[in-house]
């Protein structure tokens, strides 16, 4: 629960408040932008909703929150944020929101399958929060569970234990001390399911892999994001722990394929279409020589 005596300067008055355990994972700017933005090393009240729209942002955000750094001076209706997740975002794919703070903030994802083409994929691990479980469960559980690299792991195993999920990951980001089920090792790309394509992408970390899902969406992890910035596709110099040069090379390998969506577990999702994809994806590799 956020503090009010711990309400940061930078927010305007108003029922809508951040409070000082903000880690500045930047969720609540990405999913509400027109009531939170970064103003430096923490978020914080821009503008109150003025909408009812703005109102229900602004609490999916509060819900989202890792920290619990969002409250409110006013009462309202927690379901209004909590029931909007998982949050539809195209065709059978929705982002979970519910974001946990192991894993500084990052974002998963649900794709929802009958049972009989292999059932639910959780992407990356949101956290394990009581509301989020029963609508997942409602929704069918979850059949496999796709971690992009060890920062995001957050909480796979209580995940585990409630829906008995396979999980996926790459031997080099430590798999076996997480005690995952189908450990992946090289670098080949290898189709894990029905439309899955598991792309090893060394850089920001050893054994990072990134998710194709119907030559549609990428689940990127912490390899690539969309900048609102640039408006165009990019990636993280400051944070590429294992090899800046082998993180272009796999941007480089990435570029065989085709997609749609980014769906990045830190910075901005985007969508369009497949060659203006192709153009940004070159855009980037370009731009990440020259850091
Ligand atoms: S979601 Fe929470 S922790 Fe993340 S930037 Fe917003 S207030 Fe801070």
């Not at 951040?18 to 880690?23: A, K, Q, R, T, W």
């Not at 001076?73 to 794919?93: M, Q, Y």
């Not at 192991?102 to 059932?119: K, T």
């Not at 069918?140 to 957050?154: I, K, Q, W």
Request: hydrophobic share 35%.
């Amino acid at each position: 629960m956020a503090n009010l005596q711990q309400r940061l300067p930078e927010n305007v008055p108003g029922d809508f408040f951040v409070d000082s355990s903000c880690i500045d994972c930047d969720t609540c700017s990405q999913i509400a932008p027109n009531v939170f933005r970064d103003h430096g090393e923490q978020c914080s009240v821009h503008s109150q909703p003025q909408t009812e729209a703005e109102t229900q942002l602004a609490m999916m955000a509060l819900v989202a929150c890792p920290t619990g750094s969002i409250g409110t001076t006013e009462k309202h209706d927690a379901h209004l944020g909590i029931d909007a997740f998982p949050s539809h975002l195209d065709e059978n794919v929705y982002f979970c929101g519910f974001t946990s703070e192991s894993s500084f903030g990052a974002w998963s994802y649900l794709i929802v399958r009958p049972q009989h083409e292999g059932g639910n994929i959780l992407i990356d691990s949101p956290r394990f929060a009581t509301q989020l479980v029963k609508r997942i469960e409602k929704l069918g559980g979850v059949n496999l569970m796709l971690l992009t690299h060890r920062d995001d792991v957050a909480d796979h195993e209580l995940f585990r234990e409630k829906f008995g999920c396979e999980r996926v990951m790459h031997a080099d980001d430590g798999a076996a001390r997480f005690g995952v089920e189908r450990i992946v090792s090289g670098e080949a790309a290898l189709e894990i399911d029905k439309d899955l394509l598991l792309i090893p992408t060394p850089g920001h970390t050893r054994g990072h892999v990134v998710y194709l899902y119907k030559n549609k969406f990428l689940f990127t992890g912490d390899h690539l994001a969309w900048s609102p910035a640039r408006e165009t596709l990019t990636a993280f110099r400051s944070v590429a722990w294992y090899s800046w040069p082998r993180q272009i090379e796999s941007m480089e390998k990435l570029a065989q394929h085709d997609f749609e969506w980014v769906l990045p577990g830190h910075g901005s999702i985007h969508h369009d279409t497949k060659p203006n994809m192709r153009y940004h994806l070159a855009s980037c590799i370009a731009w990440m020589k020259t850091r």
